[in-house]
């Protein structure tokens, strides 16, 4: 074997017996301990690379990564610089604690996404030298042969040597629910796709049944699995939909503020006022625009909607992503465990009477019945019939289910236990029936033979019952059971029940029994078909529900699944995903149609609904197609073969009982698996954006009042009317208090009864724009108005200023009940809905009254107490926001369409 692992130029699944052992270095009793010592010192341990979780030191400096705190700073900066430490200091302040409570949030859902990793493998049977040990997974090298049976986890990627009875589920890596037959054979085609290299057992892939003996071919990073990995660090994430907003909506705030600011600047200056002044008249005009409270506002409002999302089964692991649900306009999700339970259940009899039967309850589970078709109760015979398929079922078998502490227990191959769980929804007792007809002889399923069969002794005689493909059972059936005893088989009549079960998504098995006779050298004797039985990977119960509420909110349902395209239509109809085959686009069709950049390959992707056969690189290019046409994409998945999808999307949601690769990659966790409760996320994500334009309303509309107040006071010649230490407590107090009051506000009924907002539209849409300039405007005028009035009366500057001061802080108070809705009459929204937020202003005006009062801050807010007069007076001039406001929603409301 060369010095490094990686061949990954040879093809293994495409070497004879001795030349892959030669390659290897290996052979059949195993490694000494001396060479496999030897290979793990040059190979490294047998684990995929982890990503560390991030340290809180990390976290922290990430929060500083956002253009509106890069504008915080350079305020900062600039008011240092001219010697104004105290609005310097509450710049700081607020960036603080903007970077500590995103910390916070951000650490926690790390630590609950951390205890939901799992380990791939702990163990694995070697042989050493001729021994059979067992050794810890990760001390794994290339060569060492291992033993597997049921129930095991794959290792590492193994060639099979030996295989008796070998069925491996790799639904997490290929995505395919149904496992799969392995074998021991000889050289395959060098181009066989992964799916079908059956000599073949891949790392994370667990043995559903039989036992093998395989020789490891790679481990780590150079499996299947750890290519997968490998991908997803190559793969460029998209940004979530709220931070391109926010990158923006800063590009604007700058550009406004640079324009005001050099604008007014000049203006002041042509008209006398000293350079110096002119520097601090720009601070406070910037200080006015910059809503310098609002990375603290957004950092609270997605903390919040985190909190909520957990309690609905969401876990988020990057507190940017909460809203990112809520603006996806495409969900792109796998069927296998996401849409599906990932349980083999059987749910469909065909008898030969003609009649069909249905078979309620999903899963590894005996809860539910047999029931006839609507109008057509079983009779007793045809329970007869039934019972005898169920029999067959129990005894050409070697799963076990039972229920033990109030759960079902199960163990064995997938279809096995659904015949099992078939079994005790009519009433009988594995255990007893395999107690009557005791085990004589058994055939296990075999990949050549394409059956699994028991031969029992009931009454004296020998039996024999079989289960496995129609096109295998058929020929050796002479007559099938009625209600009125065999009669000669109909093929013809046979094939089309079978091709309409087929046809329905369902993977078909036939039962069958016969007299053993007494020569007999496992060659299966006449049969007596009992019947055709109908196996799906049933979706789950409130998926259809969900999708359903997905379609009506604007969102784009898609399935990515490795499944036939056949199973994955008949699923995709249940789930009201799709109708007709035009809408299911295989692998296959989209490498023919090329890449992204062929127009055939986004028009297919545009137009179908379901891709079927698909591999991980092609689920990875559908997502690509996705972001190209314009769609913000969530990605659901819960496998490896979900990785790099879930990676480039912008937003990736993995399932909790998902691989560690997959809920590594994603930004969101669905602890519960409900796709159901994904729907739950995207509403509560429209929530949290619909508080963050509430919050951005309330501080945009309160500084660019303040704006215009100053560009009237300069245009009349009037003085500053409001210094910036004074801006800065309206800004970060005033509001600041009040916007996480605001950041508590319940969503608005009817969320999710409208279509996501365009993926083009900024934070401000024509709606929020007018309330906004309308607002501001309002309060602007009347405090110039104000200001005009106190100076033309004579009062002291810094008298008319705390005056003005006091106006504005209940401006805000009013304001924030104007900001609980866009439409929707202050009056009409009850205040116990939000106690919070009623906390919150009654605290913000607390605080301010406070303020008057003790020296300290009442020196440097220049301000001090007025007397019940004014208090009244003001009171009464700063309601007029609310009538104003209160106007405009009744006038616009009637035309309003839906956002």
């Known amino acids: 074997m060369r010095g490094k692992q990686a061949d990954e130029a040879i093809a293994w699944h495409a070497l004879d017996r001795p030349t892959l052992l030669e390659r290897l270095r290996s052979d059949p009793a195993g490694l000494s301990d001396e060479e496999a010592a030897r290979r793990l010192q040059r190979f490294g341990p047998n684990r995929l690379p982890e990503r560390p979780p991030p340290s809180p030191l990390v976290l922290f400096l990430a929060q500083f990564r956002s253009p509106l705190i890069y504008i915080l700073l350079i305020a900062a900066g600039i008011s240092l610089a001219l010697g104004d430490a105290t609005d310097a200091a509450f710049i700081l302040i607020v960036v603080l604690v903007n970077a500590v409570v995103g910390t916070l949030q951000e650490w926690k859902a790390e630590q609950s996404a951390q205890a939901l990793r799992t380990l791939l493998t702990t163990q694995a049977t070697v042989l050493r030298s001729g021994r059979t040990i067992e050794i810890a997974a990760e001390d794994l090298v290339p060569g060492d042969v291992v033993l597997l049976e049921s129930g095991q986890r794959l290792p590492a990627d193994l060639r099979l040597l030996e295989a008796r009875d070998l069925r491996v589920d790799e639904s997490l890596l290929t995505g395919e629910s149904v496992a799969v037959e392995k074998g021991a054979g000889g050289s395959l085609l060098t181009e066989t796709p992964v799916a079908d290299r059956w000599t073949m057992a891949f790392a994370g892939s667990t043995v559903a049944s039989g036992r093998a003996t395989g020789v490891v071919v790679a481990t780590a990073g150079h499996t299947q699995m750890g290519g997968i990995a490998s991908s997803i660090a190559s793969v460029e994430s998209a940004k979530p939909p709220l931070v391109l907003r926010m990158e923006q909506f800063a590009r604007k705030i700058s550009i406004a503020v640079v324009g005001a600011g050099a604008l007014l600047g000049a203006i002041a200056f042509a008209r006398g006022m000293p350079l110096v002044e002119v520097f601090f008249f720009v601070v406070a005009l910037a200080v006015s625009a910059i809503p310098e409270g609002l990375p603290v506002a957004l950092t609270v409002v997605l903390s919040i909607a985190a909190s909520r999302m957990a309690r609905r089964n969401v876990i988020v692991r990057r507190i940017t992503a909460v809203e990112s649900l809520g603006s996806c306009t495409c969900i792109a999700s796998d069927k296998t465990g996401t849409l599906t339970v990932n349980e083999q259940t059987l749910a469909m009899v065909w008898l030969p009477t003609g009649s069909v039967q249905t ?43 039972e229920p033990a502490d109030g759960r079902w227990r199960y163990h064995g191959d997938s279809v096995d236990i659904g015949f099992l769980a078939f079994g005790y929804k009519l009433g009988l007792d594995p255990a007893e029936v395999r107690a009557g007809a005791p085990l004589v002889h058994r055939i296990p399923y075999e990949s050549e033979r394409r059956y699994a069969a028991a031969v029992v002794e009931e009454e004296g005689r020998r039996r024999l019952v079989v289960k496995g493909a129609l096109e295998t059972l058929l020929p050796r059936c002479t007559a099938m059971a009625t209600v009125d005893g065999p009669v000669p088989v109909d093929q013809r009549r046979v094939e089309q029940a079978f091709d309409a079960l087929s046809t329905g998504g369902y993977r078909v098995l036939a039962v069958a029994e016969g007299d053993v006779p007494a020569e007999w050298w496992e060659e299966l004797p006449p049969l007596v078909l009992l019947g055709l039985v109908g196996f799906i990977d049933p979706v789950r119960p409130d998926a259809a529900a969900a999708i359903a509420e997905c379609r009506a909110a604007g969102i784009r349902v898609v399935m990515v699944t490795g499944d036939h395209p056949a199973t994955a239509l008949a699923i995709a109809r249940t789930l009201g995903i799709a109708e007709r085959e035009e809408e299911v686009a295989t692998g296959a069709d989209l490498d023919d149609l090329g890449s992204i950049e062929v127009p055939a ?50 937003l990736g949601v993995a399932m909790g009982s998902g691989t560690d690769i997959a809920k590594d990659t994603a930004s969101m ?61 309206l800004n970060l107090v005033t509001n600041g208090i009040q916007h996480v009051g605001l950041a508590f506000e319940p969503g608005e009924p009817g969320a999710m009864r ?19 300039l309308l607002a501001a405007t309002t309060m602007s005028l009347i405090g110039f108005a104000v200001w005009a009035w106190l100076l033309g009366m004579g009062m002291a500057e810094d008298s008319a200023r705390a005056m003005l001061l006091v106006l504005f802080v209940l401006f805000e108070n009013f304001h924030v009940f104007n900001a609980r809705s866009e439409l929707t009459s202050v009056f009409r929204i009850p205040l116990t809905r939000n106690w919070i937020l009623i906390a919150s202003v009654i605290g913000a005006a607390l605080v301010n009254l406070g303020a008057m009062y003790i020296p300290l801050l009442a020196g440097i807010l220049r301000t001090g107490p007025i007397d019940a007069a004014s208090w009244g007076v003001l009171i009464a001039i700063a309601s007029s926001i609310l009538v104003v406001m209160e106007a405009y929603k009744r006038l616009r409301r009637p035309t309003r369409s839906m956002r």
């Open 669 to 729: 966790i669905v602890v519960d698996d409900r796709f159901s409760s994904i729907v739950a996320g995207v509403e509560e994500g429209r929530f949290a954006y619909d508080n963050v334009r509430k919050v951005t309303y309330l501080l945009v509309s309160t500084g660019a009042a303040e704006v215009l107040l100053f560009l009237f006071s300069t245009i009349a010649g009037l003085p500053l009317p409001l210094a910036a230490v004074q801006l800065l407590w």
């Open 359 to 401: 078979v309620t309850g999903t899963g590894y589970a005996g809860e539910g019945t047999v029931e006839g078709a609507p109008g057509h109760p079983i009779t007793e015979d045809e329970r007869g019939l039934l019972v005898r398929i169920g029999t067959a079922g129990i005894l050409a078998n070697e799963a076990d289910l």
């Open 601 to 650: 390959y986004l028009d297919r992707v545009s137009t179908a609904t379901v891709f079927a056969r698909v591999a991980p690189l092609q689920k990875l290019a559908i997502v690509e197609a996705l972001l190209t046409l314009g769609h913000y994409v969530a990605v659901t998945g819960d496998g490896v073969n979900d990785a790099p999808a879930l990676r480039r999307a912008n």
């Open 754 to 772: 409208r279509p996501p907002r365009p993926p083009q539209e900024g934070l401000f849409d024509r709606l929020m724009l007018e309330e906004t």
